[in-house]
């Protein structure tokens, strides 16, 4: 038996419902259906997420007040994590890392004179305000790097007031050839404190470090520099000349407890793990040197003076 | 262009983000599945027809995404399955038995329809017998059990196989024979039982 009755077939095709079709409404609003649902194709995620979010059955109060809350979260996140861009002055921490180096192009200075050109940040206490005024008139160490950067060498020499050894006769000769030292904005940057510094003030300390290692001669301070370690500053020439001895005893006159070390090489790299002496826990103040071995070693005696010197008086007072 | 492209075709168009493809997708399916509709949900429930019309295209519009899955089954045969299956929800929540399948001794000689017109005749007096004989048809209909009903009319009006029945009223093959073997014998009864006396009318 056939499966397909054609008379069947023919009156189902004469049926009176043969051209019943659904009412234009129902038409229309599949059509609708279809066009928004390929609208809204890329939404499809965003629609269901809103669609999941809503079916947690939240009032309209209870989404804006989580909406509210965490807008406050982010405005605090968001201040909390602002850095301060400009720190006028901070007083630093002792065990922060601070440098402070004078240096010199070594192509610019005769190598005969070379021992005494530069001479860490003297004595005398009065000599860090300027400083910190200085610090506190610039805004920022950026613009302080542009500053330093366009102004000439003895200039800066006299802003960051290094003291020339009146027994150098050369000294100011040498500052004017050595326009292109950067060392002052070091010690500029030095004094400023910053809880992180920008790269650019990075690699411009980098720089300055550099040039320090060139020009044969410089001091590193390991520790930070407050005020009264700015008063510590070396002064190398007055070191060699009064003797390591008198030195310490001046400085141990004025509070100023300290080790030199001598380093020739990498002082930037190899001191930054030796901020404390070991046997009297004073700080070390690093001096880098290299090349000119007869002054290397008055030197070396006259560092090896002073430190003698700090231990014996340690040994004696401070225990 | 809805003549060229094939249903796959104009689907596939549509899953791409094109809104003309299923228009003329749905002009060329509307009247037969809102006919079958009809006539599957019967008398009795022909005002759920539009429901469940629009109801299967919202379908078919959500489950876009899944078409290309569907490689086993033609767009035609997709689309008469969520209708069918939606129809039949409908029918089960009326109380309308939906399952069951009568049994029926076949008997095919002299069958009053054997006297009917050819089935081809364009004679307008032929015309009106089976007009006639459409509207007998569509009250025998209405006495089929669900499931033979649908076997008849997906056969002989949607013209699809007996393997796309298979898959449409997801069942055996055997079994969409068995169906349609029923409903043919019960229709051919119930139609020659009606048509005789106008048959004998119009030959006097």
Redesign the interface.
Known sequence: ?S?????????????????????QS??K???N???N??KS?PENWLRRSLNAFVNWHLKTWQVTGMGALASMLLVIVMVREQAPEEPIWVEPDNKSVAQVEVSQSKAEIPAANAPEVYQALPEPAERAAPMREEAKAKPSLEKRELATQEAPAKELAEKTQIALAPELPKMAEMADAAEAVQAPEAAVVAVAPKPKPSPAVELEAKKSLSNARQANIGVVNEAPMSDAQMSQALNIGALIKQGGEATAKQDIAAGNLRVLKIETQACDIATKHQAHDVDTNYNVMVICDADDKARSEQLQREVNAYNQTMRNWHQTHQK | MSDVFADEELMRQFCAGKANAFGLLYARHEKPLYRYLRRLLGSTEATKAEDVFQDTWMKLVDAKDSWQARDNASFKTWLYTLAHHRAIDILRKSGREVSADEGWTEDDTESPWQLWPAATAQQPEQQAFWRKAGQQLLQCLDALPVLQRAAFILHHDDGLSVEEITFVINTEFETVKSRLRYALSKLRMCMGAHLQPILEKDST
């Open positions: 038996m499966l397909q009755d054609k008379h069947l077939q023919t009156a189902l095709h004469h049926a009176p419902d043969q051209d019943l079709a659904p009412s129902v038409r609003s599949i059509l259906y279809a066009n649902a390929i194709a």
